[in-house]
């Protein structure tokens, strides 16, 4: 029944990441690719644990599953950048200043060294059949994903900057959800990988939102723009 959970959750993670995509396109906002880029990596940690089966245990899955660990350690912190971009395009006057846009990178990246030195490196894996599916785990239990865990926060106060803003609830209410349903589903992977899915999936629409309401002028001079350029190099 996981297999296909997982199964399930990386077909919707594509379609999200198609759907991310489209919106960069439109609007070529950095927050948007890095929601974009926080996809793939969910593609890929669930394409993984889907495949477990089909590749066996052995150095293959192995492989793959560090690159997994590192990739949930390192590549969701960048959620701050992509809610902080969220904020200022909300019209949040102090989330548009230099050094807040500096500093979301900042705070994004010293939280994804703190994951991989902390919560990655110097720990061993063992192969493991969990519920149907073939995978490898920790060998012993680590510290709680602190990364994440702070990113999270981070992305609920941003949520909430937002919706005093504009009254757009949705960030916040999915931060909020995240960080509950994370704590409730310990222990329980697929439901945990199941709730960030769902969060991801509000994430995306807030991308949607954004360049529905605050973006409307931008998104037809990136298009008219790249139009020009086409005309002149032809």
């Known amino acids: 029944m996981d297999q296909l959970l997982y199964t399930l ?3 919707i993670f594509v379609a999200l990441s198609v759907w991310a995509a489209r919106l960069w396109w439109q609007s070529r906002q950095i927050g948007t690719l890095v929601v974009l880029i926080v ?76 994951a991989l ?21 920790w060998v012993s239990k680590g510290v709680p994903p602190l990364g ?19 009254r757009y609830a949705g960030l916040l209410l999915a931060g909020i959800f995240l960080f509950f349903g994370d704590g409730m589903a310990a222990g329980q992977y697929v439901i945990g990988s199941g709730i960030e899915m769902a969060f991801m999936v509000v994430v995306v629409s807030a ?5 529905g309401h605050f973006d409307r002028r931008a998104a037809p001079a990136v298009l008219q723009s790249r139009a020009q350029s086409r005309a002149v190099g032809d």
């Open 117 to 137: 030195f902390v919560e990655v490196i110097g720990r061993q894996i063992e192969p493991r059949i969990y519920n149907d599916v073939v995978r490898y785990m």
């Open 39 to 114: 996809m793939l990596a969910m593609i890929y940690e669930n394409a993984v644990l889907a495949l477990g089966v089909v590749i066996g245990h052995g150095s293959l899955l192995e492989a793959l599953s560090w690159g997994r660990f590192v990739g949930y350690a390192v590549i969701p912190p960048l959620l701050v950048v992509s809610s902080a971009e969220l904020a200022r395009r909300a019209g949040v006057a102090w989330a548009g200043r230099r050094e807040v846009r500096i500093g979301a990178w900042v705070v994004a990246l010293t939280l994804a060294a703190f």
């Open 9 to 11: 959750y990386t077909v």
């Open 148 to 166: 994440v865990i702070l990113m999270n926060l981070i992305v609920i106060g941003l949520g909430f900057a937002i919706w005093r803003k504009s």
């Open 207 to 211: 991308e949607a939102w954004a360049l």
